[in-house]
């Protein structure tokens, strides 16, 4: 099994709603024909070098999978057939990878990621560290009555 790397460009005027059915379509296709879909990185929208069908703005999606040259086939026939897409572009990554090593690394990416939305949870009601610059009092002190600061040595 070889591992791909497919980056495509949708029409920046979808909705959320309107490019699900782009994304399970190309989940479909890599069940379908054997393949395991390791990611799909949405880089969101992004000023276009130039205009793709007269469109300023694209928005971005990486595909990183598993599978033989037919998906490879099936999934740009996709893009060629639907107009929601602007560009696409496929790159040979891997010429034979070990299926479960990728399975692992999903599965380490899934931990790690998890890992992270737990700290982030957590991080909220701990107090806020103040920075080692900031004057507490300055804030607090009126302008009007505050006396001068003095250094004691």
């Known amino acids: 099994m070889r591992r791909y790397e497919t980056i495509f460009i ?3 005027d979808l ?3 309107d490019r699900s059915p782009i994304f399970e379509k190309l989940k479909d296709l890599t069940q379908q024909h054997n393949g395991l879909l390791v990611m799909v990185d949405e880089w969101k ?11 300023a703005r694209g928005y971005y999606v990486r595909l990183d999978y598993c599978g033989s040259g037919i998906l ?3 999934i740009e026939r996709f893009f060629r057939i639907d107009d ?3 560009k696409y572009m496929t790159v040979l990554l891997d010429k034979d990878v070990d299926i479960e090593a990728v399975k692992e690394e ?10 992270e939305t737990e700290s982030s949870e957590a991080k909220p ?3 806020p560290e103040a920075e080692p610059d900031a004057k507490p009092d300055a804030e607090s002190k009126d302008d ?10």
């Open 10 to 12: 949708a029409d920046n």
């Open 84 to 86: 929601r897409i602007l």
């Open 72 to 74: 490879v086939n099936e």
């Open 125 to 127: 009601d701990a107090e």
């Open 106 to 115: 999903i599965a380490a990416a899934e931990k790690t990621q998890a890992d």
């Open 15 to 17: 909705s959320e709603e």
């Open 45 to 55: 929208s992004k000023k276009l070098a130039y205009e793709i069908k007269k469109k």
């Open 144 to 153: 009007d009555e505050s006396e001068p600061e003095t250094l004691e040595k």
